[in-house]
């Protein structure tokens, strides 16, 4: 399988504050990563797809980059509705989707 | 609206047997691959397998091959799991999503609200 790695595993930001979120692969991806959203008793939500694409209705301050094993997601101007866990997944091995361990932003 | 509706809570006993369901509503059914992915309570996401409900095609885990089945009735518009022998490590929330597939992109775009399993003695 695919190791995925999400660091930080936790952070606190304040309202306004740029925050962003690190993946890595355990090989490379290309650009086959996604990223989902998930708050508490929520199902996922997924914000990103290959790597940069904003899915539709997705606010315009979440972004992602990268490709091959390191990959960023960045809130640009933390928002109260953002305080969530954000998990990306790898969709390069399609008989074995991967997701990191998550990335919970909490409220400073 | 594109819509999964999934079934409702269940609490069964470990040896038990147990179907749950994910209906879909608001686009071709048959068109698009249909996920399932399995969390823990307090813990992370993980992908359990996905079918085309066109044709059936199914594609496992590893990780899940031989622990549950994975099937689709078209004519429903309804993909489901089941466990022939349910364990106390199968207590989790299982999520059905559609899955966009193609030879660039490969995601999941729309998410059922989640199935609550509880296995206990």
């Known amino acids: 399988d695919i190791q995925m790695t999400q660091s930080p595993s936790s952070l606190s930001a304040s309202v306004g504050d740029r925050v962003t979120v690190t993946c890595r692969a355990s090989?490379?991806?290309?650009?086959?990563l996604n990223w989902y959203q998930q708050k508490p008793g929520r199902a996922p939500k997924l914000l990103i797809y290959?790597?940069?694409n904003l899915q539709s209705g997705v606010p315009s301050r979440f972004s992602g980059s990268g490709s091959g094993t390191h990959f960023t997601l960045t809130i640009s101007g933390l928002q109260p509705e953002d305080f969530a866990t954000y998990y990306c997944?790898?969709?390069?091995?399609?008989?074995?989707?991967?997701f990191g361990g998550g990335t919970k932003v909490e409220i400073k | 609206e594109v819509q999964l509706v999934q079934s409702g809570p269940e609490v069964k006993k470990p040896g038990e047997s147990l179907k749950i369901s994910c209906k879909g509503s608001?686009?071709?059914?048959?068109?698009?691959?249909i996920g399932w992915v399995r969390q823990v309570p307090g813990k992370g996401l993980e992908w359990m397998g996905i079918?085309?409900?066109?044709?059936?095609?199914?594609r496992y885990s590893p990780s899940f091959q031989g622990q549950v089945t994975i099937s689709a009735d078209k004519s429903f518009n309804t993909a489901y799991v089941q466990w022939g022998s349910l364990k106390a490590s199968d207590t989790a929330i299982y999520y059905c999503?559609?899955?966009?597939?193609?030879?660039?992109?490969?995601?999941?775009?729309?998410w059922g609200t989640g199935t609550t399993v509880t296995v206990s003695s």
């Open positions: 079918i085309y409900p066109g044709d059936s095609n199914t």
């Open positions: 997944q790898q969709s390069y091995k399609t008989l074995g989707l991967t």
């Open positions: 608001g686009y071709n059914f048959t068109s698009d691959w």
């Open positions: 290959s790597a940069s």
């Open positions: 090989l490379s991806i290309s650009n086959y």
């Open positions: 999503t559609r899955t966009v597939a193609t030879t660039f992109y490969y995601y999941m775009d729309v």
